[in-house]
């Protein structure tokens, strides 16, 4: 087709930096955020022996690294923002796009349940006193950050902002934790729950699929570059990518660190009313000002990327059915696309928020209960677009990033089938596969219309 194409308006370089800084720190909310709960889910795993913990968020980081090489590779096919769903649908036909839809539903009501979870634990952390009150406050909090998506999304800068702001409280306790900390726990103290595997490798092997729920979110700046409407496609390609490497290098920095500090300060499995990452602020700072900014931000910071999932998950459903304005691929019931007059679908927010209640109070609003399922949800996806990847490489005889794209897929099948082999789990591939199973099959009744490997180009 001929014509004239659309010319995007300038973007003068002040503005192009504020619009990366509200892009780039916005996305990596999710991921960041999830610092709060995957260096516990480690130690847990590890039965609480310290002495394996760094060598297993070290493992942890190299996975993330590595799947975050192959994205790297994805936004340049993908600058619209396809992501695993386009990579799949094109690689292997469309119908293979579902299997990542179906993982991106349960991943956004994880995101939602878990965030909650952890901000619950974190104020109860720094008010013990509302132990009792932990599914009833997580409710609370559920319900708060879903009614606030009636006022349509909020700024990015915003999202930013909470972002940096936990970076910047994190910052100063690993400054004061290994300058001049406020305690250091007796080797006593600390809560062992078991003896380790021997050797060593075997525990570490056996522990860190586990904390691979850090990994959740890494894959956002490829779908959300789509919401870049203001930059051609170099454009999206350069935040896209530059918010992978300055996501990587945040979350690496954060987690390496507070997992050494955590091993200096002898800060173990936590008591009931304690998170690891509120113990280790604790003992770094003492229990004044410092701890609390550390937990006000950690537990915004939580609170927002429920919230960005509060946008997206219903953002999707949102698509997969048809507003009022005869837009969205119909599959669905037509009030999941409804919306009022900020766009908010509210019916599909309501869903999203009747599971995550039930989540939640299936887990007793504890996140360390919903880190395994979570860390599936989000590594099926991971798997198809992997799989994608490495089919295009073949096609195309890009032998070298076949082998990155295949170490990848081996490291990601294996995360699978550990913690898949914890037995329950297994719920989460199973939901899944429902969803996608029932998508599809409402696809092909519905005439099979087009535009389902593009649906996470709608996401927000």
Known sequence: ??????????????????????????????????????????LRALDGHLSDLFPTMAIVIGVVVLVTINYWFLVRRFPQGGGDAEAAGRAFGTAWAFPVIGALIVDFCLTISISIAAASSAIIAYVPDLHDF??????????????????????????????????AACSVVLVKGFISPATTLPDSAVRITGEPLSPAIVAILFAFPVAMALATGIEAPLTSIAQLGQLDDEGKRKFGRGTLFLTVAIVAAITLLLTALSVKLNVGIPDETSTQIADIAKAAAGDGAIFAAFQLTSSILLLSAASSSYQAGPGLLKALARDSGGHGLG??????????????????????????????????????????????????????????????????????????????VVAVFFTLVINLGRGYPLASFAALAIIAGGLYRAWVKAGRPEGVTEIEQALE
């Open 1 to 42: 087709m001929h014509g004239t194409a659309k010319r995007l308006p300038t973007v003068s370089r002040s503005a192009r930096a504020l619009l990366f800084f509200g892009f780039a720190f916005a996305v990596m909310a999710d991921p960041v955020s999830s610092v709060a709960y995957a260096i516990e889910a480690a």
């Open 134 to 167: 932990r599914i009833p406050l997580a409710l609370l909090l559920c319900a708060l950050v879903a009614g606030l998506t009636w006022f349509g999304h909020a700024g990015r800068v915003l999202f930013a902002t909470f972002t940096v702001s936990f970076i």
């Open 331 to 408: 599959i669905l019931p037509a009030p999941l696309g409804r919306t009022n007059h900020h766009h908010t679908p509210y019916w599909s927010v309501v869903v999203y928020l009747g599971i995550s209640c039930v989540v939640i109070t299936a887990a007793g609003a504890q996140e360390q209960e919903l880190v395994l399922f979570y860390a599936v949800a989000v590594f099926a996806s991971f798997m198809m677009g992997l799989l994608a990847m490495a089919r295009f490489s073949w096609q195309e005889r890009n032998y070298r990033l076949l082998v990155v794209n295949s170490i990848a």
